[in-house]
């Protein structure tokens, strides 16, 4: 079973603090995205990853970086955190596009506090 | 750009009983893929059933069934036999066969949330 593993399952921060979510798979997956999720508003794709070092701005992208280094891991990052950015985030995985049976796989998500 | 409706904030079934949730999509492309995902309290995104566009026959996985109707751009889930452990928040998805752009990406409804009654 494909596992995607966030690193943190709540998480309270100030605002103006540098805030990391981490997100690992052991999939070999090409794929990593990151979601947010809020209620009312389903899921936006924040940023997405197509291999190491490889990413493309979402939809909502404004406020957040990310990294990817190695394959299997995928960090989002809030620069200088906002209480706008409380939320729920969720992190996926996938084979690469061209596998028409390349569903996404989710980790359990990081609630994210900011006071 | 493609969106998905999810018109049922809130639904609700008597255990035993069959419930359908709805959604529609609008796209100009022929080829995609759809999709619906379960979201029980526990957080954890699970993969319910997919469809291919290119494919007529409706998908069907165990009480899980589609009707997927591509020219009226509706793509309803139907649970059948509902079970307490139905219960959770439902997300229609959307991804292009396309290889430009979000490769891969899946645009979600806003969710309906299940409720089972015993």
């Known amino acids: 079973d494909v596992k995607v593993t966030q690193s943190s399952r709540y998480l309270v921060k100030r605002t103006g603090e540098k805030v990391f979510l981490e997100c690992v798979q052991d999939?070999?997956?090409?794929?990593m995205f990151w979601y947010r999720q809020d209620p009312g508003l389903g899921l936006r794709l924040i940023y997405f990853?197509?291999?190491?070092?490889?990413?493309e701005k979402g939809d909502i992208p404004e406020g957040y970086s990310v990294s990817r280094e190695k394959k299997e891991r995928f960090s989002l990052i809030l620069e200088s955190a906002s209480t706008n950015q409380t939320s729920m985030y969720l992190c996926?995985?996938?084979?690469?596009?061209?596998?028409?049976?390349?569903?996404?796989?989710f980790g359990n998500g990081t609630r994210l506090t900011v006071t | 750009a493609q969106t998905v409706t999810q018109s049922q904030p809130e639904m609700s079934v008597q255990e035993a009983e069959t419930v359908t949730l709805s959604c529609t999509y609008d796209?100009?492309?022929?080829?995609?893929?759809l999709f619906w995902y379960k979201q029980p309290p526990s957080r954890q995104m699970i993969l319910v059933i997919r469809?291919?566009?290119?494919?007529?026959q409706n998908a069907t996985e165990n009480r899980f069934s589609v009707n997927f109707q591509k020219a009226a751009k509706s793509f309803s889930l139907k649970i059948s036999d509902s079970q307490l452990g139905d219960a959770a928040m439902y997300f229609c998805?959307?991804?292009?066969?396309?290889?430009?752009?979000?490769?891969?990406?899946?645009?979600f409804g806003k969710g309906t949330k299940l409720s089972v009654k015993p």
């Open positions: 796209t100009s492309e022929s080829d995609y893929y």
């Open positions: 998805a959307y991804r292009s066969d396309n290889y430009g752009g979000s490769q891969g990406n899946l645009i």
């Open positions: 999939m070999d997956h090409e794929n």
């Open positions: 990853s197509y291999d190491v070092k490889m990413k």
């Open positions: 469809q291919e566009a290119y494919k007529q």
């Open positions: 996926a995985s996938s084979w690469p596009h061209g596998d028409r049976d390349s569903p996404l796989h």
